[in-house]
């Protein structure tokens, strides 16, 4: 069997730095001892139950319910995957693939409906609660995010992210949550893929609440966000982690910008701040030794908000002491990583995208190759190098910070026969091996994701789980594809074995789960 990645690589080797091309071959690769293993959710894209037992509506709620074919199929999470009920079935599944751990979020609607501590919903409680002792059954670690998009709704019409106010609400919220299962849940992630936030629901219209105030709003909410992580860091610093003992961080969505042309300079520049702009947006306050946005970014708002006749830099600054209360929280690096882009800049950058707008602050144009694509969906693109580029730049910008990478994955338009799914995983955990090889300090690997869900302005079109989920059936049946069964045998055997071929027929939890 030919590595299709390999033919991905190849495509690219006059262009960029190909690492991942080394990965090919049948020899097996062990991962590392004390190597982890997971798979991941998130609440609104599985629970459904949207306003069942008490829970308030949050912003994807609202949105789908006030403008329903804004999704591509119309649809939306009211039933989703049904957890809130079939939750004993997921627990299953996590024991059938053998994981070590499970990452899914809670919703703050669903704990907290007034959105404030003032009143914490019993129903809420009691469902988290089976949900973690179902898993701690079975010794599957719980992994828990405690934002993943699903902001409460009245809380986005006192200005969402982009409310200072929110760092307390967010902080208060967090502290809820670590006092009611902390005792059980060791591993915290305070947000999930910010960029995504700030850009796509402030910035853009590619997520709710789709406010689309470009080049302002979505610099507003970083900060702000960037804030509430921190204060929940310091809270469960200074006030549960000598009595719980756990780990806090945040975890950071990543594409990665490769040079059109290594040889010229000015894609070379423009590669370095699509980075940024990216990831280093949230990942420089945090990580690197200077704190504070990364200064690219400072640089170009700045010296464009002045020339665009803005009274002050479109970029909020963090002061001295902000800047020091940020940095440091984090106890590992949380990365979800899926897919490249080539970037450069030339005369056709400047004024490429509309201003002022985020695009337009890093007068660069980023675009994908149609070589990339393997499959039917065009979702995400196969680039292994780019991965084990993010690795290898994460470990020698930020002094190799411990990583788990916290989502890895790939979408199919359905079907059991997932070929592509499997190629996608092997090639992905080869260039994350590679980057091992070399010392990146690598901690755990999660699959996005157990089972199809709502995948957001996709709706049920797009389909990223390891079970397939039967959405015509009201019991909501979830049936392993092949890929489950090679995902299954690398957790078994902590090996990547690319020739294995699995038998499909039945699945069955092994001894010990
Ligand atoms: C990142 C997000 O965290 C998750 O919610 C989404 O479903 C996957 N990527 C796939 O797009």
């Not at 899914?104 to 002792?133: C, H, K, Q």
């Not at 709502?454 to 015509?472: I, K, N």
Request: hydrophobic letters at 35%.
């Amino acid at each position: 069997m030919l590595w299709k990645g390999f033919l991905v690589c190849a495509a690219l080797l006059a262009l960029a730095e190909c690492k991942a091309a080394r990965s090919v071959g049948h020899e097996p690769r062990k991962f590392p001892d004390g190597f982890l293993f997971g798979t991941a959710t998130a609440s609104y894209q599985i629970e459904g139950a949207w306003d069942k037992d008490g829970k308030s509506p949050n912003i994807w709620d609202h949105m789908t319910h006030s403008d329903p074919c804004l999704i591509k199929d119309c649809s939306n999470g009211d039933v989703a995957d049904d957890s809130y009920h079939l939750y004993k079935r997921d627990v299953e599944m996590m024991r059938e693939l053998g994981i070590d751990y499970y990452r899914f979020s809670m919703s703050w609607t669903r704990l907290m409906p007034t959105s404030f501590s003032d009143y914490i919903n019993p129903a809420g409680v009691e469902f988290y609660n089976n949900y973690i002792n179902e898993m701690m059954k079975y010794n599957i670690t719980p992994m828990v995010t405690l934002y993943h998009w699903d902001l409460p709704q009245k809380l986005q019409e006192m200005g969402g992210w982009t409310n200072p106010n929110i760092v307390d609400w967010y902080a208060d919220y967090a502290r809820t949550v670590y006092s009611l299962f902390g005792d059980r849940v060791k591993f915290w992630i305070t947000m999930n893929e910010p960029n995504i936030v700030c850009y796509n629901g402030y910035g853009d219209t590619s997520m709710a609440p789709r406010l689309n105030l470009k080049g302002v709003a979505e610099y507003l909410c970083a900060k702000n966000l960037l804030m509430a992580h921190a204060k929940a860091w310091h809270i469960y610093d200074e006030e549960f982690r000598s009595t719980q003992g756990g780990t806090v961080s945040i975890t950071l969505s990543s594409t990665w910008f490769e040079p059109e042309d290594k040889n010229n300079e000015d894609h070379v520049q423009a590669a370095e701040d699509s980075n940024q702009f990216d990831w280093g947006q949230y990942a420089h306050p945090i990580f690197s030794e200077s704190g504070g946005f990364p200064p690219e970014m400072v640089k170009n708002i700045g010296a464009k908000s002045a020339a665009q006749g803005f009274a002050r830099s479109r970029l909020p600054e963090f002061t001295e002491e902000e800047k020091a209360y940020v940095r440091g929280t984090s106890d590992y690096f949380g990365l979800n990583h899926y897919s490249s882009k080539l970037a450069y800049r030339n005369e056709s950058a400047y004024g490429y995208h509309e201003a002022p707008s985020f695009f337009d602050d890093t007068d660069t144009v980023s675009y994908n190759l149609e070589e990339w694509k393997i499959g039917e969906s065009d979702f995400v693109k196969v680039t292994p190098w780019g991965f084990y580029n993010i690795l290898t730049k994460i470990r020698k910008d930020y002094n190799n910070p411990s990583v788990y990478i916290t989502e890895n994955g790939f979408a199919t338009l359905g079907g059991l026969e997932d070929e592509d799914r499997i190629t996608y995983y092997r090639s992905y955990l080869a260039a994350m091996l590679d980057a091992i090889d070399e010392g990146s300090d690598i901690k755990a690997y999660t699959a996005w994701s157990i089972m199809d869900n709502f995948e957001w302005m996709q709706g049920y079109t797009e389909r990223f789980g390891l079970y397939e989920v039967d959405y015509s059936d009201p019991a909501r049946p979830r049936t392993p594809r092949k890929s489950a069964f090679v995902y299954k045998e690398i957790v078994r055997t902590r090996t990547l074995d690319f020739d294995y071929e699995p038998d499909t027929t039945v699945m069955t939890i092994d001894e010990g789960h």
